[in-house]
């Protein structure tokens, strides 16, 4: 999802005449796209702000300031009386907003009767974090929620840039569609993000996705589709549909098969799917349809009932087995990747152990394992004291991980002699990576002679397989 955000906001702003690049040598802005869905992504981006070089300027938006909007309790009685407003749910829908928050002397000469819901709040007055985060590091100049993307030209006209745009700023954030010279977060990329639907109300109860934006909307179909084609006209081969909970949009079979129909189109993704979600047409479809890819991400999370409960996730662990039952009785093979998530609050060794018991009957290709950290203002947060301790999580992780490589051994192995369209991931100067269309990972050792670029499309023969990487010899198409 931050793929396809960080595009909405390149195109706004080429659209303003600024130039993209990926180089943090080069740029005089550096824009923070931020997650918070674990506390290590946050950790993470604050220690980054640290090593940015002072003379550039920092604009950060999306999750990490939108949740922590709500969880900020800052008593220092430096702060302006307004501090704590702030609208961060919902779109704003007008043509004419009003743009305050850019210092804090501004914030309390404000009448209470000019903040309408026409008002955009930045800065000081989107969150109080950003007061806090200015005093130790002045350059950054821009706290901002997501959803104002499209009105980027105006906020930054109030920041002082002398800017021209040549769109009506409306507001639509889920119609900013990036055009196409302008989509790809790199310069050779083929893949496009689409994103169907924002936001999410299904509320786990250890996600802080749901209190970072506003309840669920669909974007209609017809300008799903018309995004496509916009991408496959030009530089893109391969659509990936996304949403938190992607096949829960009343459309989605519709929207698989009409984007399966589009010209140009080499392959088509979705994630991530939840199980509850899947009809028994969406998953046929994996079975016809040669260029939907033969690979589903399901988040299970845990495999034992008392646990999943508790996370209010809505399935039983014997659910999860009957549907990889139903992905196995396909005509096809598909590989099946995971979330799990460790160490939840009250988990038990024997609600572990049913974990472990799902996981060997999945016999998953990937599992991405997350130690449980509460999430402030969950309701896991506030109701379910994190209670398992770090090495009792780390021994559950590493207990995972000896079952994830053994299996991804076997299922790899059954890979050899298979003939499987590959793209060119990235490259570096010692090695390339690829992915399979069953989302398996291939790195080579870079050869001069080898002709293919970041991003090409190629047909391999898989002749070895070792724990999450094949290796390969092309096959001439
Ligand atoms: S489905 Fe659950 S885990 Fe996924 S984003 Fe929504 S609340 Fe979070």
């Not at 906001?9 to 180089?23: G, H, M, P, Q, S």
Request: hydrophobic fraction near 35%; proline fraction near 4%; include cysteine.
């Amino acid at each position: 999802m931050n793929y396809a955000d960080s595009a909405r906001i390149k195109a706004v702003l080429t659209n303003c005449w600024f130039l993209y690049t990926e180089n943090i040598e080069e740029s005089d802005i550096i824009i923070f796209d931020t997650c918070s869905v674990r506390q290590k992504s946050e950790d993470k981006i604050t220690g980054q702000l640290k090593e940015i070089n002072p003379n550039k300027k920092i604009w950060i938006t999306w999750c990490m300031i939108q949740h922590n909007l709500r969880n900020q309790k800052i008593t220092s009685k430096e702060l302006p009386e307004n501090l704590k407003r702030g609208n961060f749910l919902g779109y704003l829908q007008t043509k004419n907003p009003e743009i305050i928050g850019i210092t804090a002397d501004e914030i309390n000469t404000l009448n209470k009767n000019q903040l309408t819901h026409e008002t955009i709040w930045i800065n000081h007055a989107f969150n109080p974090l950003f007061y806090t985060l200015k005093k130790k590091q002045e350059n950054i100049e821009l706290f901002r929620r997501i959803d104002d993307t499209w009105f980027l030209p105006l906020i930054l006209q109030k920041l002082g840039y002398q800017i021209q745009h040549d769109q009506e700023v409306t507001n639509e954030y889920s119609k900013i569609i990036p055009e196409w010279f302008n989509t790809s977060m790199n310069n050779h990329k083929k893949t496009a993000y689409i994103p169907i639907s924002s936001w999410c109300n299904q509320f786990c109860s250890y996600c802080i996705v749901p209190y970072a934006r506003w309840l669920e909307k669909h974007y209609p179909k017809e300008q799903i589709i018309e995004e496509a084609k916009r991408h496959l006209v030009s530089w893109c081969k391969e659509i990936v549909l996304l949403w938190q909970i992607v096949n829960k949009h009343p459309d989605f079979v519709d929207i698989v098969k009409d984007v399966l129909k589009l010209e140009g189109l080499e392959r088509l993704r979705y994630t991530s799917p939840y199980p509850n979600f899947y009809t028994p047409e969406l998953l046929k479809l994996h079975e016809t349809e040669s260029k939907l890819c033969p690979h589903i991400h399901i988040p299970f999370q845990s495999g034992s009932n008392t646990v999943l409960k508790a996370m209010r996730r809505g399935y039983t662990s014997e659910q999860a087995k009957e549907f990889i039952d139903n992905i196995r009785n396909l005509k096809r093979d598909i590989s099946i990747t995971t979330d799990i998530i460790v160490g939840y609050p009250d988990e038990t060794e024997k609600d572990f152990q049913e974990t472990l018991d799902l996981v060997k009957y999945g016999k998953f290709d990937m599992i991405y394992i997350g130690i449980y950290s509460p999430r402030p203002g969950t309701y896991a947060h506030k109701n379910h004291p994190d209670n398992i301790d770090r090495k009792t999580k780390r021994a559950r992780r590493d207990n995972l991980n000896e079952i994830l490589k053994k299996t991804s051994q076997e299922n790899n192995q059954k890979e050899i002699g298979q003939i499987r369209k590959i793209i060119v991931d990235k490259k570096d100067e010692n090695n390339m990576y690829w992915y399979t269309d069953n989302m398996k990972q291939i790195i080579i050792i870079n050869k001069s002679d080898f002709k293919i670029n970041v991003w090409d499309f190629v047909n391999v023969r898989i002749i070895k397989a070792i724990p999450f990487k094949l290796y390969w010899e092309i096959v001439e198409n």
